[in-house]
């Protein structure tokens, strides 16, 4: 039971490059969110699902392309990516009253 | 919209002594109401929470009382330890959507 995974740990982008980053949940839980942890500034969401094929967006979508085909897999898309999207990205899934949050990934855009 | 305000860190404390961590919160109603924490290099953790006005959440020695008139939601700890030192979280939960604090961050020393 891995419980919530992200991957990579740590990436370093170009302006403009794209890139996914993954998370998938072993608990079958249907609410999976994502967000991004800036300093002084605390979580804020990105977006999330509450089930297979709904999304929604969160506080700071834009930049942000999000999908959910399985029940597991909650992939974030940087289409473009910009310095600003510099960041710590945590997924997160389960009920709210108990969420689960995976090891984050440490993104840097030059 | 809904907030959640925490003090600002970082807070140093010596071992065993009292930690207090301030959060108020503004909501339309009454909302569920969380602690986590987040270890060096890890995502967050639920420590602790409660549901309804005048409800203690407690776990691992910490405490915090929802306190409707004062909408705040602090956070304690008679005695503290090294290993306690972290970012605490406080955080309510507003519709299907879970809203954070900036965070403060805990040092124990010995």
């Known amino acids: 039971n891995a419980g919530v995974t992200q991957t990579p740990k740590f990436q370093v982008l170009k302006t403009g490059q794209s890139m996914t980053l993954q998370c998938a949940q072993d608990?079958?839980?249907?609410?999976m969110s994502w967000y991004r942890q800036d300093p002084g500034m605390g979580l804020r969401l990105i977006h999330y699902s509450v089930g297979a094929g709904i999304t929604d967006q969160g506080e700071v979508p834009n930049g942000y392309n999000v999908s959910r085909s399985t029940t597991e897999d909650f992939p974030l898309r940087l289409l473009s990516a910009a310095p600003s999207q510099t960041s710590v990205y945590f997924c997160a899934t389960g009920p709210l009253n108990t969420q689960y949050f995976g090891p984050g990934t440490r993104l840097t855009v030059l | 919209g809904n907030s959640v305000t925490q003090m600002e860190g970082p807070v140093t404390l010596s071992e065993e002594a009292f930690l207090t961590i301030n959060c108020t919160y503004t909501a339309t109603g009454y909302p569920s109401l969380f602690w986590y924490v987040q270890y060096p290099g890890e995502g967050l953790q639920l420590l602790l929470k409660?549901?309804?006005?005048?409800d203690k959440g407690s776990n691992k020695g910490f405490e915090a009382t929802y306190r409707k008139e004062t909408t705040s939601f602090h956070l304690e700890k008679g005695s503290v330890q090294v290993s306690d030192s972290a970012v605490y979280f406080c955080?309510?939960?507003?519709?299907?959507?879970?809203?954070f604090g900036q965070g403060t961050e805990l040092s124990v020393k010995p």
């Open positions: 409660a549901t309804k006005a005048d």
């Open positions: 608990m079958n839980h249907e609410y």
């Open positions: 955080a309510s939960k507003e519709g299907g959507k879970l809203i």
